[in-house]
């Protein structure tokens, strides 16, 4: 079975561009979260997807962040423009629903 | 609001010994889990151990295995026989229980390297 996958897996880019991440779950988990950890700090919660709903979007910074799943499959969470406090790395984790959480291995952002 | 905590940034441990991680969390809930998550190097998160809250066994993995202490709101990690490849970042994590899922709130992490 195939993992989670993310993409890319680091990205580099000036203040005020807009990045896109995508996040392909383990096909069949109708759950899907987004998770950002800031360098030093904890890993938060951004927001969470059952099929292609927002259940819950109370981690999302503020509204440079965009957040979709078409077709309730793969993911993908836009940030624009770019600030220099969203650099991090970016996990996406789905679920079957039993709290069997399965990671990706993430995507570093770096905003200069 | 719960709050996850590990007050030990970077750990180091001999291989084959034994070592233990903390972490301690704040909640009102009765009803939640814990998890210990492990990511190694450029590598994907992996769960190591799940631990429910109503249950007072303290759960074991192979050479991983928790320390539950509710009362005390404690969740320390013993790994023995550390191996190199345990190497990572562990991460203590929490999450409410019930209804759909809920989300993780996890620690800092501790950054724990193995030496030969």
């Known amino acids: 079975e195939a993992g989670v996958t993310q993409f890319p897996s680091h990205s580099v880019i000036e203040k005020g561009q807009t990045v896109t991440l995508r996040c392909d779950p383990i096909s069949g988990h109708d759950n899907l979260y987004w998770y950002r950890r800031v360098m030093g700090k904890e890993i938060k919660f951004l927001l969470h997807f059952v099929k292609e709903s927002k259940q819950d979007e109370s981690g999302m910074p503020n509204n440079r962040f965009l957040a979709e799943r078409t077709g309730g499959t793969y993911s993908t969470l836009k940030v624009q423009p770019a600030e220099l406090e969203d650099s991090g790395v970016y996990f996406c984790a789905s679920s079957p629903g039993d709290n069997g959480y399965t990671f990706g291995s993430g995507t570093r952002l770096t905003v200069v | ?116």
Do not use: H
Request: proline share 3%; aromatic share 12%; hydrophobic share 30%.
């Open chain 2, 1 to 116: 609001a719960q709050t996850v905590t590990q007050s030990q940034p970077e750990m180091s441990v001999q291989e084959a010994e034994t070592v233990t991680l903390s972490c301690t969390y704040d909640t009102s809930e009765n009803n939640y889990y814990l998890f210990w998550y492990k990511q190694p190097p450029s590598r994907q998160m992996i769960l190591v151990i799940r631990q429910e809250a109503y249950k007072q066994q303290n759960a074991t993995e192979n050479r991983f295995s928790v320390n539950f202490q509710k009362a005390a709101k404690s969740f320390s990690l013993k790994i023995s026989d550390s191996q190199l490849g345990d190497t990572a970042m562990y991460f203590c994590a929490f999450m409410n229980y019930g209804g759909s899922q809920g989300n993780l709130i996890f620690g800092k992490g501790t950054k724990l390297s193995v030496k030969p």
